[in-house]
């Protein structure tokens, strides 16, 4: 790897990032803040859902921030820039093997999940208001789901934005992120399918199943989740899966 | 100081949509698709054993109508299209096994525009310095140099999604010259460029030659190539079918002259009769047109219209050309460059 020309590409993003920082905030955290609003306010001060729903919610609307972020963040530059602005080739052409520009747009997207991670905890607080029990006593494991997290969403991204064509971007959002976020345990954990069982049984197939039920495992043990080892394997399997696919796509892009 | 560029026996085939050629050769491509209703397959062969010496220090041109294998060749040389098979080099390394090394000695201006339309015109400049390793005081020194020479300075903090086309093409070309690239490849340079811009190109690939640089552009303008090219391939079908110094080229033609007939009809008698006239050098029959290769072309015409009319044929037009590239394409492939 060229180590100065890899700083110089996530500098590259940094800069891009920051001058939009207005415009991606309020994508990322938009959406996500009022499904809190609606749904850990609204509907608990209404009486139609328990107070400790609110504790429940939160781990599940961190996880589906940060994937969707992840996702966003490198999937979408990269159908423009390979399919429309062209804008990629210059940094195809830069001294560096181009595996490792993906490498960078994976590593840009984990940030800017994490980032957004960041946001939505302190801010989704604020607007649940009281009566939010969450537990940070085992900080390392937590830490470890957020970037295993952060690394499926944005590896997810590389293969999606390499792979999806620029007329397609409304399909991928209806026929695949509409149905992830339904079926991903964001407002429910996953034994609450229990009376569904072939339903329960299909949506392990969906990463984000994991990612919420893994942050719930660690700030809402209260609720029961799948175990933690399980969700950690799959974590697992899913990023390196993501990382193989996505470089495939990545190079299947890159060089005709 | 000099870096030579050579390519042996390319070939590449593609068995999908190449997604990096142009939209022109895109549209041939897609034409020839063979469709088998049992198995759809898709192979177009883009170059056909290409093979090419660039000196160092040298401007080379690669020649050839829209779809000839010009781009897949520059492709291959610059680390982005991968070649079935042959061998190509920059320098002393192969394109292929050693792609960070070839990459550090090459600049590429694409044919259509990729600038980062994410950055200013300086920051396009600084951060492709920063991609090559440059100090930052270097970049900033570089860039304003570029600026300057491209006449961009008063543009230099703008956003350049909204540059004009012949700003962008500037731009790309100042990219390209950042990091005082060894060879600079140039697809299709002039593409779209109002001619007072096509000028200042011209004198800007003339002077980074000056500086010892090795310089590949392709076209498909003879008078471009005429004018810049110190030698020049022509290709068409992924095959070079000549190469030389553009005057070695033009004095390949049979003549020099090319005189375009149109007559009402042909005959085997009118054709031998035009052959064997003085100065007239080959007779070529193409439908009910008659492409002569003469020494001479004005003072011909006289015989000439005299001969068809008394082969009791009409003469509906005559184009007289002179020596030049594009009547040499026109001899190797029975194709106007521009068809």
């Not at chain 1, 609110?54 to 972020?69: A, D, E, N, R």
């Not at chain 1, 209806?174 to 009376?195: E, K, R, V």
């Not at chain 2, 439908?287 to 082969?311: K, W």
């Amino acid at each position: 790897m060229n180590g100065k020309t890899f700083f110089a590409m996530l500098a590259r993003d940094a800069h891009v990032a920051r001058r939009n920082v207005v415009a991606l905030l309020l994508q990322t955290m938009l959406q996500p803040l009022l499904f809190v609003f609606i749904f850990g306010r609204v509907m608990t001060s209404s009486g139609l859902m328990p107070e400790n729903y609110k504790s429940m919610l939160l781990p599940g609307i961190i996880g589906m921030t940060m994937v969707f972020t992840g996702i966003q963040a490198v999937a979408m530059p990269l159908i423009a820039e390979f399919q429309f602005t062209h804008e990629i080739e210059d940094r195809l052409l830069a001294p560096m093997r181009i595996e490792w520009l993906a490498v960078e747009k994976v590593l840009a997207g984990m940030l800017q999940a994490l980032v957004a991670g960041g946001f939505v905890v302190p801010a989704s607080w604020l607007l649940l208001g009281k009566g939010v029990a969450l537990n940070f006593n085992q900080p390392l494991l937590f830490g470890g789901v957020l970037v295993l997290v952060a690394l499926f969403a944005s590896a997810g991204g590389l293969t999606l934005g390499c792979s999806v064509n620029q007329t397609q971007i409304g399909l991928m959002f209806s026929l695949l992120l509409a149905p992830m976020i339904s079926f991903g345990c964001i407002y429910y954990p996953w034994s609450a399918l229990s009376a569904f069982p072939v339903i329960q049984k299909l949506v392990l197939l969906n990463p984000l199943v994991y990612a919420s039920e893994g942050l719930r495992a660690t700030l809402a043990p209260q609720y029961g989740h799948i175990p933690l080892a399980v969700i950690m394997g799959a974590l697992l399997a899913i990023d390196a899966a993501l990382i193989a696919a996505g470089l495939r796509q990545f190079d299947r892009k890159a060089v005709s | 100081m000099g870096i030579a560029v050579s390519t042996k026996d390319l070939r590449k085939i593609y068995t999908s949509p190449p997604p990096l050629a142009g939209p022109a050769a895109r549209g041939r491509m897609m034409g020839r698709k063979e469709k088998n209703k049992e198995k759809k397959k898709f192979e177009i062969v883009a170059l056909d054993g290409v093979s090419l010496d660039i000196s160092p220090g040298e401007i080379f041109g690669l020649l050839g109508p829209n779809g000839a294998g010009k781009s897949t060749t520059i492709g291959i040389l610059t680390t982005r299209v991968r070649p079935t098979s042959g061998e190509a080099r920059i320098g002393q390394f192969d394109v292929w096994r050693e792609q960070v090394e070839a990459k550090r000695l090459i600049g590429v201006v694409q044919q259509r525009p990729n600038l980062d339309f994410a950055l200013t015109a300086r920051e396009i400049l600084t951060f492709h310095g920063a991609y090559y390793g440059l100090p930052s005081a270097e970049r900033a020194r570089r860039s304003a140099e570029l600026l300057e020479k491209f006449q961009l300075t008063e543009r230099a903090n703008d956003v350049a999604r909204n540059f004009s086309g012949g700003m962008m093409q500037r731009l790309s070309i100042a990219r390209a010259m950042m990091h005082d690239p060894q060879v600079l490849f140039l697809d299709e340079p002039s593409t779209g460029l109002d001619p007072q811009t096509r000028l200042l190109l011209w004198e800007i690939v003339r002077d980074y030659n000056r500086q010892g640089k090795t310089l590949l552009l392709t076209t498909h303008n003879m008078e471009e190539a005429d004018a810049l090219c110190h030698r020049i391939a022509i290709i068409d079908h992924g095959r070079v079918i000549a190469s030389g110094t553009p005057a070695e080229l033009k004095a390949s033609i049979p003549g020099g002259y090319l005189l375009r007939l149109h007559v009402s009809r042909t005959t085997a008698e009118l054709v031998a009769r035009l052959e064997a006239m003085p100065d007239v050098r080959e007779a070529r029959e193409n439908g009910n047109r008659i492409d002569l290769y003469s020494d001479r072309g004005g003072p011909l015409i006289g015989p000439i219209a005299a001969a068809v009319s008394e082969s009791g044929t009409e003469l509906y037009d005559v184009h007289i050309s002179e020596p030049s590239l594009e009547n040499l394409f026109l001899h190797h492939t029975g194709r106007s460059l521009r068809q």
